[in-house]
């Protein structure tokens, strides 16, 4: 079973999320949207056996919950082959989060890294098909106002037991919540 580890960014995207389902159902294009919110994959599954996905799931909550809210910047809008994808710009939190997943992987649960965790790109997929011209699906998705920055703070954990797209489902969410510090809300309120 793989076990995937991504930031939820549905909420802060929802008008590419909704061209991306509508353009990928006219075109006729797979969109991975249909099976899963959008996100930001952190690492390529950690394989695990059945009796230790609770396990996994807890140690990868670990992870988060060691994780202050922080920015990503978008870089844009990227046709690579069969892949059209969102991609963010890698900073030193991203860089964090991967590698203690990647270790995590290694050293707890046998989980070799997948040759993509060597050169990871940070990004959330919209069409995956090797199948068909996504050129079309690109330029249409092009014209959709993208932010310049998402703030982090809502993470999520999927599951496959074959890897493929189509096959992972939402296992659990998790939330960092409020993006300001307590001592920051204490000064608000005292200034008042």
């Known amino acids: ?15 590419l999320r909704e061209q991306a389902l509508k353009i990928g159902q006219q075109m006729g294009v797979k969109c991975p949207l249909k099976v899963l919110p959008m996100h930001v994959s952190l690492k390529i599954g950690i394989e695990v056996d059945k009796e230790n996905l609770d396990s996994c799931v807890d140690a990868i909550c670990d992870i ?12 844009g809008l990227e046709l690579s082959g069969g892949i059209v994808w969102l991609r963010f710009k890698e900073n030193q939190k991203l860089t964090d989060l991967h590698a203690a997943l990647v270790e995590l992987g290694k050293k707890r649960f046998g989980s070799e890294p997948d040759g993509m965790d060597l050169d990871f790109k940070f990004h959330s997929t919209l069409f995956m098909d090797s199948e068909k011209d996504l050129s079309l699906a690109f330029e249409e998705l092009s014209n959709v106002k993208l932010p310049q920055k998402i ?26 919540g409020p993006d300001i510090s307590v001592k920051e809300q204490w000064e608000r309120f005292e200034s008042k």
């Open 151 to 176: 703030t982090v703070r809502n993470f999520l954990i999927g599951t496959s037991d074959n890897g493929k797209p189509e096959g992972y489902s939402v296992y659990k969410h998790f939330s960092l």
């Open 64 to 75: 988060y919950s060691k994780t202050e809210p922080f920015s990503m910047e978008v870089e």
């Open 1 to 15: 079973m793989l076990v995937l580890s991504a930031i939820l960014i549905e909420n802060q995207l929802k008008e």
